[in-house]
């Protein structure tokens, strides 16, 4: 996958709606997210996903990709989310994982939101 498919994917997640990540995020994914309930597994991610708002504009900053083995993906960055007035910034990684041709699911995601 290259790097602006990569970006694209990551802002789909923040901005797309719950089909989105029943297509994108492995039912094997572990999430840690800075609320309630804090750790979340593939199923209850999407949930999650389905009862909260999406964000209606995301800018990343500090994008960083490695390519650690073949069929694994690692993101790091900064991210400026906005709906309406309501404003979030954290610092996120994701995994993917490549399960068939052009085929990519996350199998991890965190952020970390209440920094310095």
């Known amino acids: 996958m290259d790097d602006k498919r990569i ?11 719950a089909d989105v990540y029943r297509r994108c995020v492995s039912q094997d994914c572990l999430m840690v ?14 949930k999650m996903v389905e009862r909260t708002p999406r964000w209606s504009a995301v800018d990343f900053a500090d994008f960083k990709i490695e390519r650690p083995i073949e069929g694994v993906i690692v993101v ?27 085929d990519w699911r996350v199998i991890q995601h965190q952020q970390t939101s209440n920094f310095v």
């Not at 709906?83 to 052009?102: I, K, L, M």
């Open 33 to 46: 997210v800075p609320a309630q309930p804090f750790l979340l597994r593939g199923d209850e991610a999407i």
């Open 7 to 17: 970006i694209d994917f990551e802002r789909a997640l923040w901005v797309g709606e």
């Open 76 to 102: 790091g960055y900064r991210v400026s989310a906005s709906r309406g007035a309501e404003r979030y910034d954290a610092y996120c990684t994701s995994t993917y994982q490549r399960v068939a041709d052009h």
